[in-house]
């Protein structure tokens, strides 16, 4: 009597222990290539970060000289700022305009399914061919957008329209992929809490501030989140479109981000090392930003 329980009790733990060999061993595929691919390069980053090494000569240790070095450069403070305005510009607008974009398309007007897929296009196309298009549209002789002013207006060579002519381009670009999200999250609410809000005399923009925010809280965290990661790690566009003759990144450096700076260490200037330590500084830089966003989102969802 005693030794059957036991003897089930340790059939039990024979299964789960099958369970979990079978289990590791159908996701053995997956991990190596985690592992190789994702932690060991992060590994590597953060060993290389404080060596010195220009690919051509022995490796230095270096110490914490990388991170001293890149704080105490003011065009990586410059370039701080840059992205800072760039998020500041790009996340409110393209936020507003997506949102915008989405309650329109859930209106089922004429042609909404063709502009979904419009809406897009910019997103998925590659952004340096983005950047040359929108080169020659900005271009102060013979662009488009000065053709149809009728003035003459050095969009991408002042320093005080360069920034804010990018940030156009990226809101264009990312408008889309914004809409798209906050239609699946307009569409997920209960056309029943809508219809019992209109039936209570809710207007317009009580039922926009009490059933629609609340039910796209959790999509809107997500686009803001991600596309605020995605302003950090921006490069390839803003680099097309100032690539002047005064300089890569603009005049005076106004378009030089973050990762634009990390790019000039790493394949201008062939310092591996500072380009890690670069790397790990924008790592904790978007870490931070996104547990402030995440703490403000639920603070906003309790309110709600």
Sequence with gaps: MVGEPLTQRSRS???RRRDAVTGYALLAPSLFGVACFLVLPVLIVVWLSFQSWDLIHPLRFAGLANYVSVLSDPVFGNALLVTAVFVVIVIPVQTALGLFGASLLTRGL???AVLR???ALPWICAPLALGVVWKWIF????????????????WLTDPVLALPAAAAVVIWTNVGYVTLFFLAGLLNIPNHIVEAARIDGAGPASLFRNVTLPGIAPVAMFVVVTSTIGS????ELPYALLQITQ???????SGMTLVGYLYMHAFENGDLGTAAAVGWLITLIILIVSLIQIRMASK?????
């Design 13 to 15: 733990r024979a299964l």
């Design 110 to 112: 004429p042609g909404s």
């Design 117 to 119: 897929t419009i809406y």
């Design 139 to 154: 271009a102060p002789t013979g662009g488009a957008l000065n053709a149809l002013l009728g003035v003459r207006v050095e």
């Design 232 to 235: 950090f790690q921006l490069f």
């Design 247 to 253: 300089s890569p990144y603009g005049p005076k450096y």
């Design 300 to 304: 906003f969802g309790r309110h709600t």
